[in-house]
């Protein structure tokens, strides 16, 4: 759909740019008719042609050429005012799809690129460069085309006409904005990386305040946020400024060097054998000509600068752009719905060229079993869970469920039975309802299932109190609801999924003894189906825990039941 709206639109621009001639070849004629009409009267042909349209006054021709010069002017104008409108509505559409994709791209990435991420990085691709791909790329291209056809059309239209005077005036403009741009170009490259790192900055500056602001205020930090942000944009606006100075430049030289060589020609022809009289329509035309190439030669300059002054934050954008997103090359027949044992065997990752996190890791978990993992910090818990989930696959060994390993071609299917609840949970600006149904529209809500939810996570009573009931807003990052409230979206929100595999990851380190196990009793109990694995630092978390596997240092230390966990602690405590 595209590509046939930039050929509509380069068809466009070849329109316009005849146009511009016929516009600027009427003037020669129309400026010698002015000065002496009866000479198209003396014309045997030309004037049969205008007897034909009763036409025989050489006052009322008068009339009749000049409404027909502003009628070509103005159909001229009304062309590019087209062409103006076309390009832009045609760039931002454009940039729209490209940000789309950007942000489609990104979201398809596997877990793993996104842990190598910084986040402000891709929320400035996202926005502020793909803004940038509008503004500082695909507008100065169809601009530079735009005003290239136009150009080229009308100074070869002079040089035809006058092909001594076109060559000068083209070789003086020419070596001046050429040599301007030479000496601009570097110092364009270097604004333009600072545009790009100041974009960033920016986004990651009001994302560590804004998102930290409880502790902004209590530890009294404004100031230091403010200086962040303070600096990243002064940094940018000075060199947004510079590359926008630097596009603008060649303007304050090129106008009055067009006067001055404008008028030595007017000194020159008047001194001529046909005197003033004769040089009138070599002048309008070279006037006309002008008032039309000047500002097309600025917008060429001016967009050149543009386009390199952006190429950093362009480059970034189109680096987001060309990310690959794997797609499997056949549909996998499999069904996971029905799983009886998920299996790890010999399983081991590492980040990159970093230590191994997990190494060698056997382990089988049968359908309806509720295990419990322990461990201390950095022993390999999170990075067990991601193969679990299927968002990283391991470096050695494989996945298993059924005997069929966890691959590209399936992993969605997967991931579909799995509900995952962490001690953070992400809760979105809307309703307590569109947060227990994440990700789903308003319309395609069942909210009898929502309420199920919420009963099997302890949530309801609390709901119920609540003057909007399930409408409630919940603010942005659930900003009115306390942690254990915020726990309990994130178990509702699972139970809503009807989910196969449960993750917990201290997913009920916010509630109260009491609260948790009315919630614990809710997941073990009716469901002997449901698979659980349960993350937890405090050990009555895990009582109702089939078997409990401690990991250390990347390895399975031991697999007991919970009873013996707990003596061994008790043991250790004393």
Request: aromatic share 10%; charged share 20%.
């Given at each position: ?9 380069l ?15 009427a003037?020669?004629?129309f ?9 198209l ?10 007897s ?16 027909l ?8 104008s009304?062309m590019?005012f087209?062409l ?5 509505t045609?760039?931002?559409?454009t ?6 994709k ?10 793993i ?6 986040s402000?990085e891709?929320?400035?691709a ?9 503004y ?8 530079i ?11 070869l ?11 000068c005036?083209g ?15 570097i110092?364009l490259h270097?604004?333009?990386?600072v545009?790009s ?11 560590e ?5 409880r502790?902004?205020l209590?530890?009294?930090t ?14 940018l ?5 510079n ?9 304050f030289?090129?106008e009055?060097l067009?006067i ?8 020159y022809l ?7 009289l ?8 070279l ?13 060429l ?19 987001f ?7 499997s090359l056949?549909?996998s027949s ?6 009886k ?10 980040y ?5 996190i997990?190494?060698n890791?056997?382990?089988k ?17 999170s ?6 989930m ?7 060994g494989?996945y ?6 966890v ?12 509900g995952h609840v ?20 308003l319309?395609?809500i069942?909210?009898e299932r ?8 302890e ?14 807003k ?11 409230q ?9 139970f809503?999924k ?5 993750i ?11 609260t948790?196990d009315?919630v614990?009793?809710?997941i073990?109990g009716?469901?002997s ?6 993350v ?7 009582k ?11 390895s399975v230390?031991?697999?007991?039941k919970?009873?013996?966990v ?9």
């Amino acid at each position: 759909m595209q590509k046939r709206s930039f050929f509509n639109l380069l068809l466009l621009m070849i329109f316009v740019s005849i146009c511009e001639v016929i516009s600027i070849g009427a003037i020669a004629p129309f400026f010698v008719i002015l000065s002496s009409p009866d000479r198209l009267l003396q014309n045997p042909i030309l004037e049969s042609i205008l007897s034909f349209f009763g036409i025989t006054d050489s006052k009322y021709l008068v009339y009749y050429l000049t409404i027909l010069f502003c009628f070509i002017a103005l159909f001229s104008s009304m062309m590019r005012f087209l062409l103006f409108r076309k390009s832009t509505t045609l760039s931002f559409i454009t940039g729209a799809e490209l940000g789309h994709k950007i942000y489609s791209r990104s979201l398809y990435q596997p877990y793993i690129t996104h842990t190598k991420r910084n986040s402000s990085e891709v929320i400035s691709a996202i926005t502020v460069k793909t803004t940038a791909l509008i503004y500082e790329a695909i507008m100065p291209i169809l601009n530079i085309i735009s005003a290239t056809f136009i150009l080229t059309a009308i100074y070869l239209t002079i040089l035809f006409s006058y092909p001594l005077i076109a060559l000068c005036f083209g070789i003086i403009l020419s070596t001046i904005y050429i040599s301007i741009s030479r000496l601009t170009k570097i110092y364009l490259h270097e604004n333009s990386k600072v545009v790009s790192k100041g974009q960033v900055d920016i986004i990651k500056a009001l994302q560590e305040g804004l998102g930290g602001i409880r502790d902004v205020l209590i530890d009294g930090t404004q100031e230091v946020y403010c200086k962040l942000f303070e600096k990243a944009n002064y940094t940018l606006q000075t060199a947004q400024s510079n590359i926008q100075f630097i596009g603008g430049v060649p303007r304050f030289i090129i106008e009055p060097l067009s006067i001055l060589l404008i008028s030595f020609l007017a000194l020159y022809l008047s001194r001529s054998e046909e005197g003033m009289l004769g040089a009138i329509p070599v002048l309008a035309i070279l006037a006309y000509s002008a008032q039309r190439m000047l500002p097309l030669m600025q917008i060429l300059f001016g967009s050149w600068a543009t386009l390199t002054g952006g190429l950093a934050p362009v480059s970034d954008a189109i680096e987001f752009l060309d990310q690959t997103v794997e797609e499997s090359l056949r549909v996998s027949s499999v069904r996971f719905h029905d799983f009886k044992i998920i299996e790890l065997h010999k399983c081991s990752f590492r980040y990159d060229s970093g230590p191994y996190i997990l190494k060698n890791i056997n382990l089988k978990i049968s359908c309806g079993e509720t295990i419990g993992i322990i461990g201390t910090t950095g022993c390999g818990k999170s990075t067990l869970l991601d193969i679990l989930m299927g968002l990283i696959d391991p470096l050695e060994g494989f996945y298993l469920i059924d005997g069929i390993e966890v691959l590209d071609n399936n992993r969605r299917q997967w991931q579909n039975l799995i509900g995952h609840v962490s001690q953070n949970i992400f809760i979105s600006d809307a309703s307590l309802a569109e947060n227990i149904a994440f990700g789903l529209p308003l319309d395609k809500i069942n909210y009898e299932r929502v309420k199920l939810a919420a009963k099997r996570a302890e949530l309801s009573d609390t709901i119920d109190s609540l003057a909007d009931g399930y409408f409630t807003k919940v603010g942005e990052r659930g900003v009115r609801l306390s942690g254990g409230q915020r726990q309990r979206i994130g178990l509702a929100r699972a139970f809503y999924k009807d989910v196969k595999l449960l993750i917990l990851d201290e997913a009920t380190s916010a509630l109260d003894e009491s609260t948790e196990d009315l919630v614990m009793k809710s997941i073990c109990g009716p469901d002997s189906k449901l698979t659980k694995i349960i993350v937890a630092h405090r050990l009555r978390s895990l009582k109702y825990c089939d078997k409990i596997i401690e990991l250390q240092e990347g390895s399975v230390k031991s697999i007991s039941k919970y009873e013996e966990v707990f003596s061994k602690s008790n043991q250790a405590n004393k």
